[in-house]
C-alpha cells in the first residue's frame, strides 16, 4: 500500500523541486556550457526497479571523453563539475527520473549494470524498490563503506520499507550532503567494487555448490554400495 503512497508524494515533491530549482537549475546549465566542451546533461543507463535498465539524468560533471568503463586513467572532472559533486547538485536532473516513475527520492542508489550483472541472487533484492536519489547505505557512509557494506543497508532498507524510514533517510541525507564526506566514487572505487562483487559471488557459488554434494561419511557410503552405487574396495 505505501509504494503507492510513495509514488504520489514522489510526484508532488518532484513537480513542487522544479519550481523551487528552477533558476539554480539555469544557472548550472549556463555555467557548464560556458566551462567545457559537451552537453549539459549526461545520460548514461542505469539498473531500475526488478533489474529494468533506464536512462539516468545528471548534470555533466566531467569533460565530454570520459569514460567510466576506462580504468587506465582517472576521471576527468571539470571545474563546474567538482563543485557540482562536492554538494550532490549534479543530481538535480535526477529530478525527471522521479517524474517518470523511474525514480524515487529515498532508495537504493542506481548503479551501472555492472553491478547487477556481478551480484548473487540474494544481493540483487536490492532491486525489489525503485531506486531512490538518497538511501540508507548513503546516510550510513557513503562510499567510505564496503560495497558488501552498502548491499547490506539496501536490503535493510527493503525489509523495513517504511514512510517513518524514508522520513528519518530525508532529514539524516541533509546532514550527509552538508559534510561532504564519501561524495567521490571515481573509477578506481567502482573498479575496487566491482572485483569485491566477483570475487564474493564467486565464493557464495562455491559454497553453494559444496551445499548440494552428498555428505561422504561411513553411513551414506554404506547406504550407496548397498544400492550398488559404489563398486570400489573402499
Not at 539524468?57 to 557540482?84: A, E, P, W
Request: proline share 3%; with cysteine; charged share 25%.
Amino acid at each position: 500500500m505505501y509504494q503507492y503512497l510513495k509514488r504520489f508524494l514522489d510526484f508532488i515533491m518532484a513537480l513542487l523541486c522544479c519550481i523551487l530549482f528552477f533558476v539554480p537549475i539555469i544557472i548550472i546549465a549556463i555555467c557548464i556550457k560556458v566551462d567545457s566542451k559537451g552537453p549539459i546533461i549526461f545520460k548514461q543507463f542505469r539498473t531500475g526497479k526488478n533489474g529494468k535498465p533506464f536512462m539516468l539524468y545528471k548534470f555533466r560533471s566531467m569533460i565530454k571523453d570520459n569514460d567510466v568503463h576506462d580504468f587506465t586513467c582517472s576521471d576527468q572532472h571539470t571545474r563546474v563539475g567538482i563543485f557540482l559533486r562536492k554538494f550532490s547538485l549534479d543530481e538535480l536532473p535526477q529530478i525527471i527520473n522521479i517524474l517518470k516513475g523511474e525514480m524515487s527520492f529515498i532508495g537504493p542508489r542506481p548503479w551501472i549494470f555492472d553491478y547487477y550483472e556481478n551480484m548473487t541472487e540474494e544481493q540483487r533484492h536490492r532491486y525489489d524498490v525503485l531506486p531512490g536519489v538518497s538511501g540508507l547505505a548513503q546516510i550510513k557512509g557513503r562510499n567510505n563503506i564496503s560495497i558488501i557494506n552498502k548491499i547490506q543497508y539496501d536490503l535493510e532498507y527493503v525489509k523495513n520499507y517504511s514512510f517513518y524510514q524514508d522520513i528519518k533517510i530525508i532529514f539524516l541525507t541533509i546532514g550527509t550532503v552538508l559534510s561532504k564526506e564519501g561524495a567521490e566514487a571515481g573509477k578506481s572505487t567502482i573498479q575496487l567494487e566491482l572485483e569485491t562483487l566477483k570475487a564474493n559471488k564467486a565464493e557464495v557459488s562455491i559454497k553453494n555448490r559444496k551445499k548440494t554434494l552428498p555428505i561422504e561419511n561411513d553411513a551414506y557410503k554404506d547406504h550407496i554400495k548397498v544400492q550398488g552405487g559404489i563398486h570400489s574396495d573402499v
